[in-house]
């Protein structure tokens, strides 16, 4: 079945570490996937787009990699501060012409 | 600019009830999508519109919820009866290419909490 994963547990870490949250995907093709961030009480709010022929994309302390070998994305934080403490989601474009998004995954940076 | 309006914020009503959310896009963005979504999950799809035509309402419970975009701008999503398992939080978002474009980010409201008891 299609099924989108996010890292199943809440992410605690060290502010000023790097945060790496993790997507993983099957049954998919996307063209392209996107990472949202969701504060409690918000509406998701969008960060980044990556497609399918780009392994790379950074946004200043945002960075996604999208291998599509793997059906894999990860999001990295780096210098993560407090305020960077949200649920990030995940969404990808499905052969279905939908977005689908993941369960989400809730960071906590600790001062 | 403003963002995606929604009303009301929170909503509490007794089971077998009518419910009604009401969304304004974002000024000039033709497609509009309603998302209901769990506690601890991603916004599921309830309903895409490209302008005022519904053009993907596949996951909508179409014996029970309804949803209209009257002149392509505003729309209500409406549930009757609601049941105890409606209650979440209903999103509405927006944009301004619709699935075909490659940068189709999406303009989230603040959601309607909706409670079932």
């Known amino acids: 079945s299609q099924k989108i994963e996010q890292n199943s547990e809440a992410l605690n870490i060290q502010e000023g570490k790097t945060a790496t949250l993790t997507c993983n995907y099957t049954?998919?093709?996307?063209?392209?996937l996107q990472w949202y961030r969701q504060d409690p009480g918000r509406g998701p709010v969008f960060l980044l787009l990556i497609r399918e022929n780009e392994k790379e994309k950074r946004k200043e302390r945002l960075k996604v990699t999208f291998d599509t070998t793997l059906k894999q994305s990860l999001f990295h934080i780096t210098a993560s501060q407090p305020a960077d403490s949200a649920t990030y989601l995940c969404a990808l474009d499905t052969t279905y012409d939908k977005v689908i998004f993941g369960p989400g995954t809730s960071l906590s940076v600790i001062p | 600019e403003a963002g995606v309006v929604q009303s009301p914020r929170y909503k509490i009503i007794e089971k077998k009830q009518p419910v009604a959310f009401w969304c304004n896009p974002i000024s000039g963005h033709n497609t509009l999508y309603w998302y209901l979504q769990n506690l601890g999950q991603g916004p599921e799809l309830l309903i895409r519109?490209?302008?005022?035509?519904?053009?993907?309402d596949s996951q909508l419970p179409k014996d029970r919820f309804s949803a209209e975009r009257l002149k392509g701008v505003d729309s209500t999503l409406k549930i009757q009866p609601a049941e105890l398992g409606d209650s979440a939080v209903y999103l509405c978002?927006?944009?301004?290419?619709?699935?075909?474009?490659?940068?189709?980010?999406?303009?989230f409201g603040p959601g309607t909490r909706l409670t079932v008891l």
């Open positions: 519109y490209e302008n005022e035509e519904a053009v993907d």
């Open positions: 978002a927006s944009s301004s290419e619709g699935w075909q474009s490659a940068y189709n980010e999406q303009f």
């Open positions: 049954n998919y093709s996307p063209a392209y």
